[in-house]
């Protein structure tokens, strides 16, 4: 997390880029400038609790649609309708090798960005992030906003099915490219959505930019599963160590932060009050800073459900935890005034917080023995031992 003085851009944590796009990294630094804008205490206060609120917004409903994307993949996308039609919305699984590597590929990425902006030019590289961005941007938030028009959507309209089908070959050798099926209310969503892109592409303003953050953490939640509690440790604590690395033992981080430009953090002004809607000196959280600790929380509350005892003890503690290692952090960086990477204090109270509860209720074993895959194969295993017993 971190703070930005005044100036003509933002510059965002560099790393998150590729924990919304293959789910690798997060990061935090902040741009200085040459003009250092001193906030009000109103100001400072307004900037860090709504980006409080923001980043509690997708971690809360992402856990919540990451256990209907779930049941989806148990079930079949044609026995659950839950919107879940086509292989791009459906979850994608972190394995504890994934885990081990995150971090590893995290930080070739971030150095690898480092190296083209010290021998490209910075505006041809950030033009083309900005055109990579507004197409990614729309596809996630329409994605985010599909439940919500579907219920607001009149049932007076038409609501008609399409498919978009390209096909190689022909007879028995034909085979499927693109199969992807959408109707009139994905319509719409894919208008407002390419709206807000124009208007990003065009005025790149904190409100825009916040619409499509806001998208891309709650469909990493959403989608990005770990498939058992080792496997987050494990990505939790390689991404622990990597952040504090790049941020206190390099000018890597620094370097990348102030070069890159994307919609991949959460920003809100401080000086909103003074200048409106017009304001320039952003308080900022990285996304990655949200869909890490994120996924694991939609971790735990898939563990609760398939407890089967009507309680979400295990996803309210660690949803407390990350509230408790926001604020932390921002203490901490408000104290010192110098930018801090947030998963130092967000991974210990992430994982520490539930596993206390797991020992103190005596399922310790039980949670670190939970394990996705298992649990979608049980439902494939109770049909066909029932098939066998209508034999």
């Not at 949803?319 to 932390?328: D, M, Q, S, T, V």
């Amino acid at each position: 997390m971190s703070e930005a003085e005044q100036g003509p851009a933002l510059a965002p944590e560099a790393a998150v880029l590729d924990a919304l796009n293959a789910t690798e990294s997060n990061g935090t630094e902040a741009l200085n400038a040459t003009a250092k804008f001193v906030a009000t205490p109103e100001g400072t206060a307004l900037a860090y609790g709504s980006l409080v609120f923001m980043a509690l917004l997708p971690i809360f409903f992402g856990a919540l649609r990451s256990v209907s994307c779930s049941k989806s993949k148990v079930l079949g996308e044609n026995d659950y309708d839950s919107g879940y039609r086509n292989s791009a919305d459906m979850p994608e699984t972190i394995t504890s090798r994934d885990a081990a590597r995150f971090p590893i590929i995290a930080s070739c990425t971030l150095f690898g960005l480092y190296l083209f902006f010290k021998v490209f030019s910075q505006e041809y590289i950030n033009l083309l992030l900005s055109v990579y961005f507004f197409v990614l941007g729309i596809l996630a938030l329409s994605h985010t906003m599909s439940p919500l028009m579907c219920r607001v959507f009149p049932s007076s309209l038409p609501n008609k099915q399409y498919q978009l089908l390209f096909t190689q070959g022909s007879g028995d050798s034909k085979e499927e490219i693109v199969n992807y099926e959408f109707d009139t209310k994905n319509l719409v969503c894919l208008l407002i959505s390419s709206v807000v892109g124009v208007w990003y592409l065009l005025k790149k303003h904190w409100i825009a930019n916040n619409l499509f953050g806001l998208a891309f953490a709650l469909n990493g939640v959403e989608l990005l599963h770990l498939n058992n509690v080792s496997t987050g440790c494990i990505l939790l604590g390689g991404l622990f160590v990597y952040d504090v690395f790049w941020v206190f033992g390099t000018n890597v981080m620094v370097t990348v932060a102030k070069s890159f430009e994307a919609p991949i953090k959460l920003v809100f002004p401080q000086d909103l009050l003074e200048k409106g809607l017009e304001a320039s000196n952003f308080a900022m959280l990285g996304l990655g800073d949200i869909v890490i600790p994120g996924i694991f929380i939609a971790l735990l509350l898939r563990f609760d459900v398939s407890l089967k005892k009507n309680s979400r003890t295990y996803f309210y503690s660690s949803f407390l935890a990350y509230i408790f290692g926001l604020g932390l952090t921002i203490f901490v960086m408000h104290t010192f005034k110098h930018a801090q990477p947030a998963l130092l204090y967000l991974v210990p109270a992430c994982v520490g917080f539930p596993v206390i509860v797991a020992l103190f209720k005596g399922e310790l074993t039980e949670m670190f023995r939970y394990e996705e895959s298992s649990e979608e194969a049980e439902p494939k295993e109770d049909s066909s031992e029932s098939d066998k017993k209508d034999q």
